[in-house]
């Protein structure tokens, strides 16, 4: 069965961390470009991160929303099937549902499409994970 699978979500204190994960079962991770994506109710869903597949380099191409600069960190553990983010200093505007997506994409289309908040070009979606960041 192929998913997508986002854990590490959570209640924390403004300045405080956390680490997200997302999980691949059912296909290669290695081979997709992954998002993440914030959601919050009543707006559209932002990307806010994401990272490039490791074919035929040695290193990945990283992206951060603007909004965020500093404050995250991905990473990828293809050996895992795995890409985390890192958030640190969250503030109560970071909360909202966070979702991690996969796409075979191009490092260099990959930053537009998740600008765009991933419409139809992510080929899997996980289910999100909460985060809350209280005052």
């Known amino acids: 069965q192929v998913q997508l699978v986002e854990s590490g979500g959570g209640l924390v204190r403004s300045g405080g961390s956390l680490t997200l994960s997302c999980v691949a079962s059912?296909?290669?991770?290695?081979?997709?470009?992954v998002g993440w994506f914030r959601q919050v109710p009543g707006k559209e869903r932002e990307g806010i991160s994401c990272?490039?597949?490791?074919?035929?380099?040695?290193?990945?191409?990283?992206w951060y929303a603007e909004s965020f600069q500093g404050r995250l960190a991905i990473a990828r553990n293809d050996a895992e099937n795995t890409v985390y983010l890192q958030m640190d200093n969250l503030k109560p505007e970071d909360t909202g549902i966070y979702y991690c997506?996969?796409?075979?994409?191009?490092?260099?289309?990959?930053?537009?499409?998740?600008?765009?908040?991933?419409?139809?070009?992510?080929?899997?979606w996980g289910n999100g994970t909460s985060v809350t960041v209280s005052s």
């Open positions: 059912g296909f290669h991770l290695d081979l997709y470009a």
């Open positions: 990272i490039s597949n490791m074919t035929g380099s040695t290193d990945a191409t990283k």
């Open positions: 997506a996969a796409g075979r994409l191009s490092a260099t289309i990959m930053i537009p499409v998740t600008m765009g908040g991933g419409k139809y070009a992510m080929d899997y």
